[in-house]
């Protein structure tokens, strides 16, 4: 369920969170950063499964040619199997699903610098319009959460027990 997405899941356990007080520029900090976090925990899943994906070819990106790529990916779907099974055992194809583990590492580990949250005005701003929701559902915050966990309940396959990321430290699990 949509209440257990990536960022979803951060917003609500950050506008919901109990010690709610205005202005609390530790705890929008904290909520930028957990939502990071799990993007890149995501991220990484991600590369892991498609690397172990045998059928799956990986395109190198160039970020200086986007038409080059587009290229690559429309002349790999209109390839025949034979064809496409001769790309993937390519030397090259081997170095791209090569693991490498200083990539992990810095997926799990890259802290990216929050522009929006580095601008004092644009800050206060941000840190205003998150009070105000924040102040409109607390009143609601027992409910909410109840209404969550009913419906996490009827998704026992999304409650992610064996990955469940740690706790938002501005969250308490009522």
């Known amino acids: 369920p949509a209440g257990r997405a990536i960022g979803y899941r951060q917003a609500l356990d950050y506008l919901l969170r109990p010690s709610f007080v205005p202005r609390d520029s530790d705890a929008l900090t904290a909520f930028v950063e957990g939502f ?3 993007s890149r925990r ?3 899943q991600q590369t892991k499964w498609f690397r172990n994906e045998p059928l799956f070819e990986w395109i190198s990106a160039d970020w200086d040619n986007p038409n080059l790529v ?8 209109h390839r025949d199997r034979a064809a496409h099974d001769e790309a993937l055992a390519t030397e090259a194809q081997r170095e791209r699903r090569r ?3 200083a990539e992990g590492k810095a997926m799990r580990t890259y802290v990216g610098l929050h522009e929006l949250l580095g601008a004092a005005e644009d800050e206060a701003r941000l840190q205003a319009r998150a009070d ?7 009143p609601l915050r027992v409910q909410i959460l109840q209404d969550d966990a009913e419906r996490a309940a ?6 992610g027990t064996k990955r469940e990321a740690p706790a938002s430290p501005c969250v308490d699990s009522a």
């Open 132 to 138: 105000a929701c924040c102040a409109r559902l607390q």
């Open 42 to 44: 995501y991220a990484s």
């Open 36 to 38: 990071a976090a799990a």
């Open 99 to 101: 693991v490498r583990p």
């Open 70 to 77: 587009e290229q690559q990916v429309f002349d790999a779907i």
């Open 154 to 159: 009827s998704y026992p396959y999304h409650t």
